[in-house]
T-cell receptor, first 116, second 112 residues
Framework: DVKVTQSSRYLVKRTGEKVFLECVQD?????MFWYRQDPGLGLRLIYF???????EKGDIPEGYSVSREKKERFSLILESASTNQTSMYLC???????????????FGEGSRLTVL | GENVEQHPSTLSVQEGDSAVIKCTYS??????FPWYKQELGKGPQLIID?????GEKKDQRIAVTLNKTAKHFSLHITETQPEDSAVYFC???????????FGSGTKLNVKP
């Protein structure tokens, strides 16, 4: 089974702190994604990466950055956390198109971040 | 960009009844439409998907229909069971699979 692991399930940080959210997948997927989930807004894409050291902005990248130094690991960074970044953060991975990919996203269980 | 709207936001049904969740999309280039189920405390999981060259797909009690002309697609769950209670998300994606646009979610409650 594909496993996407998010290292922190719950975090509480203070305004202005730097926050790292880590995600690791064990199925050699090329694509990795960070989504933010808020009630009534669904899942919104923050950043995605289709290869090591490659990244592309999603729909709401402001206030976030990402790092992908290894294929299996994709990190989301909040340089200076703010209260409006309090949310559930979901990491996902998928195979690249043309490699037998079905398009399925495999999600981690989420990291609930509270910024005070 | 793509805009996906999902209705209703909450749905309560009696065990054994059917449930229908509807989504519309705006970008005619989208050609892949998955449905995800999110149980409490877990990440979303794919339950069924459909591509634009197909009008309907069924998997046991779950079916999805797609109307490309009207740009809408629906999830149908028959003979609902308490374990169907969850949040369901629809999504639309262009051919490249690198961007998925999600609906706002439907919280389904199946009453025993």
């Amino acid at each position: 089974d594909v496993k996407v692991t998010q290292s922190s399930r719950y975090l509480v940080k203070r305004t202005g702190e730097k926050v790292f959210l880590e995600c690791v997948q064990d199925m050699d997927h090329e694509n990795m994604f960070w989504y933010r989930q808020d009630p009534g807004l669904g899942l919104r894409l923050i950043y995605f990466s289709y290869d090591v050291k490659m990244k592309e902005k999603g729909d709401i990248p402001e206030g976030y950055s990402v790092s992908r130094e290894k294929k299996e690991r994709f990190s989301l960074i909040l340089e200076s956390a703010s209260t409006n970044q309090t949310s559930m953060y979901l990491c996902a991975s998928s195979l690249a198109p043309g490699t037998g990919a079905t398009g399925e996203l495999f999600f981690g269980e989420g990291s609930r971040l509270t910024v005070l | 960009g793509e805009n996906v709207e999902q209705h209703p936001s909450t749905l309560s049904v009696q065990e054994g009844d059917s449930a229908v969740i509807k989504c519309t999309y705006s970008d005619s280039a989208s050609n892949y439409f998955p449905w995800y189920k999110q149980e409490l405390g877990k990440g979303p999981q794919l339950i069924i998907d459909i591509r634009s060259n197909v009008g309907e797909k069924k998997d046991q009690r779950i079916a999805v229909t797609l109307n490309k002309t009207a740009k809408h697609f629906s999830l149908h769950i028959t003979e609902t069971q308490p374990e169907d209670s969850a949040v369901y998300f629809c999504a639309a994606s262009p051919p490249v699979f690198n961007k998925f646009y999600f609906g706002s979610g439907t919280k389904l409650n199946v009453k025993p």
